[in-house]
């Protein structure tokens, strides 16, 4: 703001004294006091943030292009991929986005999980994140049928007879989400019109996300407060910068999966346009429902396992209450440290039997899994705030080094 | 614990490699276009669409790919509107309303072999031959697929019931229903090259990996740009990220 | 530290950060074309550009009406009478003076984009006070060589890029 010269500081002052955009500007994204010692796991709040604004700019110009119609809708992504100028690049973009944009987000989460970042007094902005997390993936479900590929008519039918569980009036709900007795063109519209609406939502929630964010300010790598000052450092530079460094990073990543292996997160059966008479051999979700996924099937009973699937996601928003721990970051945690890796790897196990067909082997390691899944939670979480021993907290963030 | 995670990693990385279903793994062969900067070898691919028109047309559509695109692989109009003009095509209903076939051009797509699905399918016993605009892209591994099928062709082992159909190892099930279009001299190049089985087989994949993904040398030559820009891109920024920060602890 | 050589580093500080930035300008940049160009004509719309119309069946006084990039297309297989109506005309009078031997290929066929240069409106054939066509929106009156003689348009009707590919066929585009 310095560089400005005295002419334009006149127009903006004359501006900000009326509708003071530039102060809320200047008072949430640069000068905002941030904690110095934030590692790099913390550029992927931004990241995500990113990649929602690449999904909703890619998808509203693939939306220009896409016809909503079980007759079209196949042949209107060829049509995006072989004749809109550059529509292979967009359209490319906006199906790896989607992945990518679940990577940041998962490792998100588990940056918050690791460092406790979920803990009093940030439970609010805590359920806020899982409350996106929900949007998320009921976005990307229903962008993943707009294709109207075999996977894409499959998956639909799949996931939305789960809800024909519910006792009583599960059927009738699903032939409401339906529009009719099964997956068809009322399914696609409605569909396309909520993955069009959804992702608005999300950006509403984000900023709900953002103010809960700044009312207490970032949690740090430490999990301590911040005491004054000497602790923080302004977000401009110090942090658009490093969030720049990190996004440009990232996208070197994404770009090459965008530009020499496209196809590689997605499923060749998705190519074969939607068949109503005839199911592929193996039906799995998009990779970042897997770990979900594994969890519904791991339950022998239907209802049951729609249950467990659920609550996967819900024992989230009780986990400020499940940790009964008070410090907050897992680098003074000693067991908890290993309690986590433990989940991340229990994480991976659930999402890799998620992939494979439920038989044999796939459903003990599947149930052993997702019982872990629950036991974490649980019962290791409440119990371990009560017995573990932390090793002693820093005095401050200027100064950590004293417990070394 | 995050060597744990990396041999987790490796463990079922081998485990699929185990769990193979009851099809071979197709065959790796190194196309022109298997590199990552690989291309589409324009000769080869003109090859395999003479062998699409003259073998597998008669049952197989290709709706998605335009006779205008045929320019990429290295056609002229002239060239494109005669290829298309094998073809006859529907017009528009003309002022009695009745619907009478032209000579495709230029602008269509390439004609539909059958009506309708049904059709397709009473003319080959209840299996109707799958569109191959697509076909590399919706298999695994496609172009190795598409190659693998159509050398795997063998009397099937004793006691194996093939039905209807033919005994294919790279099958799912092992049973295809197509019986095997290609024996090696089915078309007579025009550049010379001698038709062998083989030689046929690469070049029609050559083409349909190209109707797949037209797209291909244009993202892997642009792709090469983007990826070094944003190399130095992010080399810069790490670097003013150091000397901005550096400013912090002095 | 001495001061120089403080100044030297300071302006080598700077050039790092002023080359990241135009890298970033470049990135934002290089992102949007695509985004923009997408709108612009596909390849499959482009196809359609050219058009072959065949006039063998078009008698003497009969016009015709074809879809081009579009837009409705006259094709007007004019009579004598309605070719000498058009050369008698002061040239000179008109609001956008032009000669009917400028606008055709061959006097006989009269080739015009039907769309009104007022507002786009499609003019009606055969109608009007000069016997060419009449635009309903807002009453302009074109002659039997699609200029305009009385009414707000401001130009003759457009002629189409085209050329007679042999003496039954038009390509138009």
């Known amino acids: ?404 | 614990m995050k060597n744990f995670i990396i041999i987790f990693l490796l463990f079922s990385y081998t485990l699929n490699l185990f769990s193979a279903e009851e099809a071979l793994k197709p065959e790796q062969y190194n196309f022109s276009f298997s590199k990552p900067l690989g291309k589409i070898n324009k000769n080869s691919a003109q090859r395999g669409l003479q062998v699409f028109i003259e073998v597998c047309a008669s049952c197989h559509g290709l709706k998605h790919v335009a006779y205008r695109s045929l320019e990429e692989l290295g056609y002229n109009k002239d060239q494109v509107n005669s290829i298309a003009a094998q073809f006859q095509i529907d017009d528009l209903p003309n002022e009695e309303g009745e619907i009478l076939k032209r000579k495709a051009i230029y602008s269509d797509y390439f004609v539909e072999p059958y009506k309708n699905l049904n059709e397709a399918k009473t003319a080959n016993n209840g299996a109707y031959p799958p569109d191959l605009s697509l076909m590399v892209k919706a298999r695994k591994d496609g172009a190795n697929y598409v190659r693998s099928l159509l050398l795997g062709y063998n009397e099937p082992p004793s006691g194996f019931d093939v039905g209807e159909g033919y005994y294919n190892k790279y099958m799912a099930g092992n049973v295809i229903a197509m019986p095997q279009p290609l024996y090696g001299d089915d078309v007579e190049f025009s550049d010379g090259t001698k038709a062998t089985l083989e030689q046929e087989v690469n070049d029609l994949v050559t083409f349909l990996t190209w109707t797949s993904m037209p797209d291909l040398e244009n993202r892997r030559a642009a792709g090469i740009k983007v990826i070094f820009f944003l190399l130095v891109m992010t080399i810069l920024f790490y670097i003013s990220y150091r000397k901005i920060w550096s400013e912090l602890k002095t | 530290m001495s001061k120089k050589s403080k100044s030297k580093k300071k302006s080598r500080r700077s050039f790092i950060h002023q080359a990241s930035g135009a890298m970033g300008i470049v990135a934002v940049s290089a992102a949007g074309w695509p985004l923009v160009d997408q709108m612009n004509p596909s390849k499959d719309v482009e196809a359609l550009a050219t058009i072959e119309v065949d006039i063998s069946s078009l008698g003497e006084g009969e016009s015709k009406t074809v879809l081009w990039r579009g837009k409705p297309l006259f094709i007007k297989h004019r009579s004598q009478e309605e070719i000498d109506d058009a050369n008698n005309v002061n040239v000179k009078d008109l609001p956008d003076p032009e000669n009917d031997e400028e606008r055709v290929k061959n006097p006989k066929y009269l080739v015009l984009v039907g769309v009104c240069t007022h507002l786009g409106c499609v003019p009606a054939s055969d109608k009007g006070e000069y016997k060419g066509w009449f635009c309903p929106c807002h009453g302009s009156h074109y002659d039997t060589s699609g200029r305009i003689r009385k009414g707000p348009a401001p130009k003759n009707l457009e002629i189409p890029p085209y050329t007679f590919k042999d003496e039954r066929t038009i390509l138009i585009g």
Do not use: C
């Not at chain 1, 509708?19 to 949430?28: D, G, N, T």
């Not at chain 1, 992927?44 to 119609?69: D, N, R, W």
């Not at chain 1, 989607?98 to 902005?125: D, N, Q, T």
């Not at chain 1, 067909?357 to 974490?376: C, K, N, Q």
């Open chain 1, 1 to 404: 703001m310095a560089n400005l010269n005295k002419k334009n500081k006149g127009v903006i002052d004359w501006i900000d004294y009326r509708l003071p955009i530039v102060s809320f500007l200047k008072h949430s994204a640069v000068d905002y006091p941030t904690p110095k010692n934030l590692n790099y796991w913390w550029n992927f709040g931004s990241l995500a943030g990113f990649f929602l604004l690449v999904q909703i700019i890619t998808g509203i110009i693939l939306s220009m292009h896409y016809t909503a119609h079980v007759d079209h809708a196949f042949d209107s992504i060829e049509h995006i991929m072989r004749n809109v100028n550059h529509g292979w690049l967009i359209r490319y973009i906006h199906m790896n986005g989607a992945s990518f944009f679940f990577i940041v987000v998962y490792i998100h989460i588990f940056r918050g999980l690791y460092y406790g970042s979920y803990k009093a007094p940030r439970e609010l902005l805590w359920w806020l994140g899982i409350l996106i997390l929900l949007l998320m993936m009921a976005t990307a479900f229903m962008g993943y049928v707009l294709p109207w590929g075999q996977m894409s008519f499959w998956g639909a039918t799949v996931i939305t007879n789960l809800f024909s569980a519910i006792p009583f009036i599960g059927e009738s709900i699903t032939q409401w989400l339906w529009g009719g007795y099964s997956v068809d063109n009322p399914t696609l519209s409605r569909f396309y019109t909520l993955h069009f609406l959804l992702p608005f939502l999300i950006v509403g929630v984000v900023i709900l996300h953002i103010v809960a964010l700044h009312t207490h300010g970032s949690n740090n790598p430490l999990g301590i407060d911040k005491k004054g000052p000497q602790d923080t450092i302004p977000f401009h530079p110090f942090y658009t910068i490093k969030d720049l460094f990190g996004l440009s990073f990232v996208l070197t990543i994404f770009f090459t999966v965008v530009f020499f292996a496209p196809d590689y997160l997605g499923h060749p059966d998705n190519y074969v346009p939607a068949d109503p008479l005839k199911t592929p051999a193996h039906i799995v979700p998009e990779w970042y429902f897997l770990p979900f996924y594994a969890i519904l099937r791991a339950i022998p009973d239907k209802l049951g396992g729609v249950i467990a699937m659920f609550s996967a996601i819900f024992v989230l928003f009780l986990l400020p209450w499940l940790d009964t721990s008070k410090v907050r970051s897992a680098t003074f945690r000693p067991i908890y440290k290993k309690l986590f890796w433990i989940f991340v790897l229990d994480a991976l196990i659930l999402g890799w039997v998620g992939s494979k067909p439920a038989e044999g082997i796939y459903i003990i390691i599947s149930r052993l899994a997702t019982l872990y899944y629950f036991v974490h939670f649980l019962i290791l979480l409440p119990l371990l705030g009560k017995f573990e021993k932390n090793r002693p907290l820093p005095e401050s963030i200027g100064k950590p080094v004293l417990a070394e």
